[in-house]
């Protein structure tokens, strides 16, 4: 059972930076492709972004492209999330699991932008 983990959220101000990690439990991680999701207040669960299993193909939502990286460090079992230039409207919790998602979700990380 693969379980996923993330860390990194908090209470930061509009226009501030956070590092969201997610670590992987199992032996597959490694050739999946991967994802960030979030789910803010009373909306549906979106994708954020994407990355393929050697980290060469990557996509992101239109709302924070340009602000957000996301980047894998197989050998960790780790997918980080870059996210810059925070706005309120990012303000939810954060996700990971692959694309589409197979696993269980973990409990996620609040991520708070004040403005």
């Known amino acids: 059972q693969v379980q996923l983990v993330e860390s990194g959220g908090g209470l930061v101000q509009a226009g501030g930076s956070l590092r969201l990690s997610c670590v992987a439990s199992?032996?597959?991680?490694?050739?999946?492709?991967m994802a960030w999701y979030r789910q803010a207040p009373g909306k549906q669960r979106e994708l954020v972004a994407r990355i393929t299993s050697g980290g060469g193909s990557i996509d992101y939502a239109d709302s924070v492209k340009g602000r957000f990286t996301i980047s894998r460090d197989n050998a960790k079992n780790t997918m980080y999330l870059q996210m810059n230039s925070l706005k309120p409207e990012d303000t939810a919790v954060y996700f990971c699991?692959?694309?589409?998602?197979?696993?269980?979700w973990g409990q996620g990380t609040q991520v708070t932008v004040s403005s």
């Open positions: 199992g032996s597959s991680f490694s050739i999946k492709l």
């Open positions: 699991n692959t694309f589409p998602s197979i696993y269980s």
